[in-house]
């Protein structure tokens, strides 16, 4: 059977709030998912600070490739595909380290740092000097950056992030600027495979926070502060035409540290001044975001304010449709006394990850999830409701970009994540958001944005390499 | 009876150091563990929190694929770092109190498990500050994990744990650190204690 774009459109009919859970189990429709979908949209890569050095390397995943970020001698960052151009193995195994050249293991192929092919073993000998170099180096891939965070595109056609990103940067702004001199992401990535698909996480860290109080009964509540009638009383929910979502709260926690000295109390309430003169009062700040289609996490949320000085960010890798694996970041802002950072590393696994008490219970609810959409057949067939707050949304905001729902409990991001799934799935060409007539001018004042407050992540006139020792 | 430290026959292997402890002291550790165990999957969370000192350290570090040659000893963190666990008493007994609640969904219906405890090896016995004894114990464990129907779960690992002298439970657990022998969670979660 092939799926047409017919076919699609009527799975997904985020206009009356149905879908049909094909999508999330079809094998054809996740085939399609990494050519139109991964091989198209910009895809988080790894933030600055986990390659701080020339030769600092890091591997991830761009849909299911897997890919290599190399920080290069000139301090610029390339990213390249982790498949050697001879047989396909991969040249680099570790999750990270430091390198000056990466050697294929299967028959000795190597590649620089950039991913250009420099010699093949026997070279002169088998190849007679008809081996041409310059056309054998591993795939290249796009990269841009956005205040530390690198990203990137196996579409050269793509635009470019910052108008992929759209007015969400006018979000991101908060959690990625929140004090002077930006972030950094904390060592070590909690990693784990979750049975389901890739979408049911997207979709829930775009903003459902209607699951909350059920899911986490046994941690929200019982174990942490929470009341649900107040996450829908002020929070807000946000559905950008470029498929972003985003639940937020727009007040941050400042105050006092439980054990801690004066220090670190000052620092939680400087940064709370520091970031409402940068960013205004009332600015969006603390929540649960997805960057379409699997980069999210939770801006400044936690219960108490120590914790809520930190952001998570995830990225969640598609491994077949039936499976995903779910990446863990922690990162706070540079400027944090060393005392709270170690804090933080101590507490903030207590919570989310694999073993966080919050976040077990999603995995619950996901696995099972997918071995009813796995195993049924009627299951697959019936179609899921997600018409939660249609109608009450605010399609032009005095102050928010995006569409608006003035409350926290609502699938409109889900509906945008949605909408823009299906635009890149039946498109041919790169899907330019066309339909809103606001969206040039949103784009426009996130660059307007970007030029007025430029966060400098590192001064590449004056990068001095780095011989590593162990090369 | 107890062997002090004094009286314990030292071999210092240069690769592979341990000791001699009597049989008895072997025999009092071994069968720790397997209360330890049992208690687990007998899904009596309170009894087993009570093995816990009330400075317990609870760490499951992250486990890295980094490069032999070049940053080996970077496989197992040595420094502070991101972590599955870094738990004090008090988080400890929050957990206890999630598995006791009806709520916890990845834990109701409670898993069936089976932590199956080896290798048990007593590296180091000393006095502390206090005057008790404390012992440096290592061990291997199997645990398998099924819940409803044919969810299932295997892990594998190490722990490495300091048993400190008590009267009434025979040890107190005063430090416990797990390593767990993947790099990326091979399950939708760790709901079960280790």
């Known amino acids: 059977m092939t799926l047409t774009n017919h076919d699609l459109e009527e799975m997904v009919d985020w206009q009356n709030g149905s879908l049909s859970p094909e999508i999330f189990t079809n094998e054809e429709i996740y085939r399609r998912e990494l050519e139109k979908v991964f091989g198209r949209t910009w895809l988080f890569l790894a933030h600055d600070s986990l390659i701080p050095k020339p030769?600092?390397?890091?591997?991830?995943?761009?849909?299911?490739?897997?890919?290599?970020?190399?920080?290069q001698r000139d301090g610029s960052v390339k990213a390249m595909l982790n498949s050697c151009r001879h047989r396909g193995m991969m040249v680099c195994r570790a999750e990270e380290g430091n390198m000056k050249q990466f050697t294929c293991p299967y028959h000795g192929w190597v590649y620089n740092l950039a991913g250009e092919l420099t010699s093949a073993p026997y070279e002169e000998e088998v190849y007679h000097g008809k081996l041409d170099k310059s056309k054998w180096g591993l795939r290249s891939i796009r990269v841009e950056e956005y205040k530390g965070l690198y990203f990137g595109n196996f579409d050269d056609d793509a635009p470019p992030l910052v108008d992929y990103l759209g007015d969400f940067t006018y979000y991101m702004d908060t959690w990625l600027d929140a004090s002077d001199g930006g972030m950094e992401f904390l060592p070590g990535i909690i990693k784990w495979r979750v049975p389901g698909n890739w979408k049911i996480i997207a979709e829930q860290s775009g903003g459902?926070?209607?699951?909350?109080?059920?899911?986490?009964?046994?941690?929200?509540?019982?174990?942490?502060?929470?009341?649900?009638?107040?996450?829908?009383?002020y929070g807000h929910l946000v559905g950008s035409r470029q498929g972003h979502g985003f639940a937020f709260f727009s007040e941050m926690a400042g105050g006092k540290a439980a054990g801690m000295g004066p220090e670190v109390t000052e620092w939680l309430d400087n940064r709370v001044r520091k970031m409402e003169e940068k960013h205004g009062r009332g600015r969006p700040i603390g929540g649960n975001f997805t960057i379409f289609p699997n980069f999210g996490g939770l801006p400044n949320l936690s219960n108490e304010p120590t914790t809520s000085a930190r952001t998570i960010f995830r990225v969640w890798h598609p491994k077949g449709p039936n499976e995903?694996?779910?990446?863990?970041?922690?990162?706070?802002?540079k400027s944090m006394p060393q005392e709270l950072k170690d804090e933080l590393i101590t507490r903030v696994s207590f919570a989310e990850g694999a073993a966080g008490v919050v976040e077990m219970d999603d995995g619950e609810n996901w696995a099972y999830v997918r071995d009813i959409l796995e195993n049924g057949y009627q299951a697959r067939k019936i179609s899921w409701n997600?018409?939660?707050?249609?109608g009450t949304e605010v399609w032009e905001h005095d102050e928010y970009p995006g569409h608006i729902q003035n409350q926290g409990f609502g699938e409109l991001p889900a509906r945008a994540i949605y909408r823009r799934w299906l635009e890149f799935m039946t498109s041919e060409e790169w899907p330019v958001v066309q339909s809103d007539p606001r969206v040039p001018e949103f784009v426009e004042r996130a660059k307007e944005r970007a030029k007025a407050s430029p966060t400098v992540i590192r001064d590449r006139a004056t990068w001095v390499p780095e011989t590593s020792a162990d090369a | 009876m107890t062997l002090s430290y004094e009286?314990?026959?030292?071999?210092?292997?240069?690769?592979f150091p341990y000791i001699h402890v009597s049989p008895e002291l072997q025999h009092q550790v071994t069968q720790f563990y397997y209360h330890e165990a049992r208690l687990l999957d007998e899904w009596r969370w309170s009894k087993w929190l009570a093995l816990f000192a009330q400075d317990i350290r609870y760490w499951m570090p992250l486990r890295r694929n980094r490069l032999r040659t070049r940053s080996f000893d970077q496989e197992i963190p040595t420094r502070i770092g991101m972590s599955h666990m870094d738990e004090n008493h008090h988080?400890?007994?929050?957990?206890?109190?999630?598995?006791?609640?009806?709520?916890h969904w990845s834990e109701q219906p409670p898993s069936r498990t089976r932590h199956v405890v080896s290798n048990v090896w007593v590296e180091q016995v000393e006095t502390n500050d206090d005057g008790i004894e404390e012992l440096s114990v290592r061990t291997y464990f199997i645990v398998y994990r099924n819940r409803s129907e044919v969810d299932v779960d295997v892990w594998a690992g190490q722990r490495q744990d300091v048993l400190r002298r008590d009267p009434e439970t025979g040890f107190k657990i005063a430090n416990r650190t797990i390593l767990l022998d993947q790099n990326v969670i091979l399950s939708k979660n760790l709901s079960i204690p280790f």
Do not use: C
């Open chain 1, 208 to 233: 459902d926070a209607y699951h909350a109080a059920v899911t986490h009964a046994s941690s929200l509540g019982l174990l942490m502060a929470y009341d649900p009638a107040l996450e829908n009383e």
């Open chain 1, 324 to 333: 995903f694996e779910a990446w863990e970041f922690v990162a706070v802002d």
């Open chain 1, 386 to 390: 997600m018409q939660m707050g249609m």
């Open chain 2, 7 to 15: 009286e314990t026959a030292v071999h210092q292997d240069e690769a």
């Open chain 1, 55 to 71: 030769g600092d390397f890091f591997t991830t995943y761009m849909g299911a490739d897997p890919v290599i970020v190399a920080r």
């Open chain 2, 91 to 103: 988080e400890l007994s929050m957990r206890v109190k999630q598995l006791e609640s009806s709520t």
